[in-house]
T-cell receptor
């Protein structure tokens, strides 16, 4: 079966750095998305990785290792508004999007 | 601004009473999706339209139907809502059907079933 694993919840301090991991076992791989979802709101696009390596976009960076079936989202200089769930989603060999359940990130002052 | 709009944002219905949720988009995207998302769970794809071509997920209950009268609008009909159908319903669009296309989501409709 297809599986996406993310930690259920993480806590971090304002101003700090946090890394949210995602591991996947899917039938094929055609890319990985990260979405941010604030409570009660819709997911919004953060990043898309299809090649190995780190992609940086402001305070957010996303890393992919296809050989390890692993990705992480790195958030720097955390702000209170970063409190949200972060969803990992993988595009499989049939170009279907497989979603993880998300990691709820709690930021404390 | 180009966007995805969902109405209403909050919907309350009674057990067994039909309900319709609506979605509209100004992005002129070919594909429109309906997802169901329950608390702390992954979004679950119910179905999608590629233009007028309807694609139902194998495990979507018959209780859920959809209509896309034109490019801009898509509706989700729940014929006889049960307590287990209480959830957030998300509409999304993408330019093409391939999963590698970024999906753009509306704000969602939170459905309560009494």
């Amino acid at each position: 079966g297809q599986n996406i694993d993310q930690p259920t919840e993480m806590t971090a301090t304002e101003g700090a750095i946090v890394q949210i991991n995602c591991t996947y076992q899917t039938s094929g791989f055609n890319g990985l998305f990260w979405y941010q979802q604030h409570a009660g709101e819709a997911p919004t696009f953060l990043s898309y990785n299809v090649l190995d390596g780190l992609e940086e976009k402001g305070r957010f960076s996303s890393f992919l290792s296809r050989s390890k079936g692993y990705s992480y989202l790195l958030l720097k200089e955390l702000q209170m508004k970063d409190s949200a769930s972060y969803l990992c989603a993988v595009v499989d060999s049939n170009y279907q999007l497989i979603w993880g359940a998300g990691t709820k990130l709690i930021i404390k002052p | 601004d180009a966007m995805v709009i969902q109405n209403p944002r909050y919907q309350v219905t009674q057990f067994g009473k039909p309900v319709t949720l609506s979605c509209s988009q100004t992005l002129n995207h070919n594909v429109m999706y309906w997802y169901q998302q329950k608390s702390s769970q992954a979004p679950k794809l119910l179905f999608h339209y590629y233009d007028k071509d309807f694609n139902n997920e194998a495990d979507t209950p018959d209780n859920f139907q959809s209509r896309r009268p034109n490019t801009s609008f898509c509706f989700l009909d729940i014929r006889s809502p049960g307590l287990g159908d209480a959830a957030m319903y998300l509409c999304a669009t993408s330019r093409e059907r391939q999963g590698t296309d970024t999906q753009y989501f509306g704000p969602g409709t939170r459905l309560t079933v009494l």
